[in-house]
């Protein structure tokens, strides 16, 4: 497809399992960042990738939160030992390079529900 | 962290110009103001984005202030359609967002 894609599209899991989920950046795109937002919230920087260099990890809110970005391109989010809080949807976006004026493409989210 | 702050919501007349203002303070020399807009359940979609200059597309004209420490997002002949949520966003951090109401 053409645009950012996420799967899977809605999350339920239950308390103290771990999800992961994936981001499919726009072909080409070097740089990766993730979200989050809770419900009637903004949108929560949680981690940018940019090539090869090391991840901005700066907005992940503890060390349950983890991000990986495979050949430069799939990402997936892990989260450790979910807890409700953790319910949120997760938003991933692209853009062409790490350059400062450049568009993201953002995903259509991970709805994740914790029961 | 915020980087930016901006009214929590604010309202339009159809046809009337709408314009949204963001304070960014703390932004340094060479990052750019982006902005950004969420339709309920949406993802954010891209209105705009500058560095010194003022700058106008389709959508949107984007007014930065001299000194860099504020913007205004124009949109110059609101729809009912551009009701949404829009955000000023500096260094990747998005802030709380102005929810924008156009009324007929």
């Known amino acids: 497809g053409a645009g950012v894609s996420q799967s899977p599209s809605n999350k339920v899991t239950e308390k103290g399992k771990d999800v992961e989920l994936r981001c499919d950046p726009i072909?080409?795109?070097?740089?990766l960042y993730w979200y989050r937002q809770s419900l009637g919230q903004g949108l929560e920087f949680l981690i940018y990738?940019?090539?090869?260099?090391?991840?901005?990890k700066s907005g992940l809110p503890s060390d349950r939160f983890s991000a990986e970005r495979t050949g430069g391109s799939v990402s997936t989010l892990t989260i450790q030992r979910t807890q409700q809080e953790d319910s949120a949807v997760y938003l991933c976006a692209s853009s062409l390079e790490g350059r400062l004026n450049t568009e993201a493409f953002f995903g259509q989210g991970t709805r994740l529900t914790v029961v | 962290d915020a980087k930016t702050t901006q009214p929590t919501s604010m309202d339009c007349a159809e046809g009337r110009a709408a314009n949204l203002p963001c304070n960014h303070s703390?932004?340094?020399?060479?990052?750019?103001v982006y902005w950004y807009r969420q339709i309920h359940s949406q993802g954010p979609q891209y209105i705009i984005h500058g560095l010194k200059n003022n700058e106008t597309n389709e959508m949107a004209s984007l007014i930065i202030t001299e000194d860099r420490k504020s913007s205004t997002l124009i949109l110059p002949h609101a729809t009912l359609r551009d009701t949404a949520v829009y955000y000023c966003?500096?260094?990747?951090?998005f802030g709380a967002g102005t929810r924008l109401t156009v009324k007929p």
């Open positions: 966003i500096v260094m990747k951090r």
């Open positions: 072909s080409g795109h070097t740089a």
């Open positions: 990738f940019q090539g090869n260099s090391a991840p901005d």
């Open positions: 703390t932004i340094s020399g060479n990052e750019y």
